[in-house]
């Protein structure tokens, strides 16, 4: 009973932000405020729903009915919001007014201080946006540069993103500073940040700290730079983007890895295409001990020629891999222009063995064991 009557008085007593004693009760807030933008939005779902089925109905053709759903869908957003004003100030009556002020003014009442700096909620606020400005200067700069300067300088692929990544988190740095002082902030309160993460490394942020830097010398030397093709914990894969904690790397399977950049300097990164994006694939396969193994390697080498991935230098060489329990198994090592076709050209080139092979009349073996029954002779 004492728990109902304590669940009783939360819901019926007046709301009280500190100094702030609010006309209403949480009763109120869910009757008054709560409900009707429920009963909004079911509302607002529904009349969509209900749009789109008389759209279909009257077969309106599909470019103007989707700007008639379009525009409908902004009506209806601008009236569910005006509801929702109009309710919280049906709530607040008459008073509003003075409620808003008193709320601001609590938003901007700081709740830290150190020196010159105070940080209240509005300050915190103001952050969201000069991150976002900090981060867009940062990449439009990278974009400028990389067009106007650095595509006209003789630099590879590497120095050009090398310079092109740290000028972006330059630029980000010096905005954002800049940015924090405009909205209030100290930069001399900053040592106290630094202080905190100090003690921060030893209760957990040492991975994170790791990550950073780890982050900062990939960016720095170009060992691993966006759009290489690596092998990293298994893992074969496009760097998509170098952040500054972490990379993402999409796999063959079209699924995004994020790894941790610490980890692509604490293990072997096999970058396919750190300074060249050519390589060698190599196709095996087996044939009968019964094969003529200088026609095998002719009709492999003319093959492969046909492919559309292979480049024409060096020229496709096929040799003799190993004598096995089965078969005798070949090889051909053969260049193609690009890392990104390896399993293209690796099918393309099976299939097409496999339909040389059967046509020549060459077999390809499968694993088998012949067993010989040894009898012993009968003794008189």
Known sequence: MDFLKILRDLFITDISLGNLNLPFSLLDVVLKVILPLILVIIAYKLLL???????KVFKVKENISGSIFRWSRLVLRVTGFLAGIAFIGALLGTEIANYMGKFIKLLNDPFFETGNT???FV???MLIPVFMAASWAGKYTKVVLKKSVLDNLKLDEVRKFSVGNIT????????????????GIDLSALSVLFGVL?????FGLQRTVANFFAGLILISTGYVKEKDHILVNGYEGSVVHIKMLSTIV??????????????LMENTVHNYSF????????NKIAVSYHSDLDRVIEIMEETVQSSPYLLRKPAPVARVESFDDSGITMKILSWIDDITHKHEFLAWVNLELWRAFKKEGIEIPFPQMDLHIKREAKLD
């Open 49 to 55: 729903m209900a749009l789109r089925q008389l759209l």
């Open 198 to 202: 100090g003690i921060g490394l030893g």
């Open 168 to 183: 972006r988190y330059i630029v980000m740095t010096i905005i954002f500073l800049f940015g924090l002082t405009v909205i």
């Open 275 to 282: 300074d060249d994006r050519r390589i060698v694939v190599v």
């Open 123 to 125: 300050t915190l606020l």
């Open 250 to 263: 999409s796999t063959l399977t079209h699924e995004n890895l994020i790894i941790p950049n610490s980890q």
């Open 118 to 120: 105070k940080i209240s």
